[in-house]
C-alpha cells in the first residue's frame, strides 16, 4: 500500500504510470507485428484484400509514431528537471 501523501491528500489508485506506458508499448509492438503479418500474407496470396493490409499498416504506423512522440516529450521533461537547481 503506498503511504500517505504528506499534505493529506489521498493516495494515488490505480495502475502506476510504468505499467501503462509498458503496456501502451505491448500494443504497439503487437500492432506492427499484425501489420508485418499481414504484408507477409498479401505477398503469399492469403490476405483478404490490398486495402485492409494497407489499414493495418496505416494504424501500425500511427501507433509507432504516437509512442515516439511520448517517448520525446518524456525525455524532455526528464532533462527540464534534471537542469533545474535546487
Known sequence: MP???????????G????????????????KLSGADHAVQ????GEAPSLHDV????EEARLSFQLL?????RLLEAY???MRMQV
Do not use: H
Open 54 to 57: 494497407m489499414i493495418r499498416l
Open 79 to 81: 532533462q527540464e528537471v
Open 15 to 30: 495502475p502506476e504510470f510504468s505499467r501503462l506506458f509498458l503496456d501502451q508499448i505491448s500494443a504497439v509492438n503487437d
Open 41 to 44: 500474407m498479401l505477398a503469399t
Open 3 to 13: 503511504a500517505a501523501v504528506a499534505d493529506g491528500a489521498a493516495p494515488m489508485q
Open 68 to 72: 515516439a512522440q511520448v517517448r520525446n
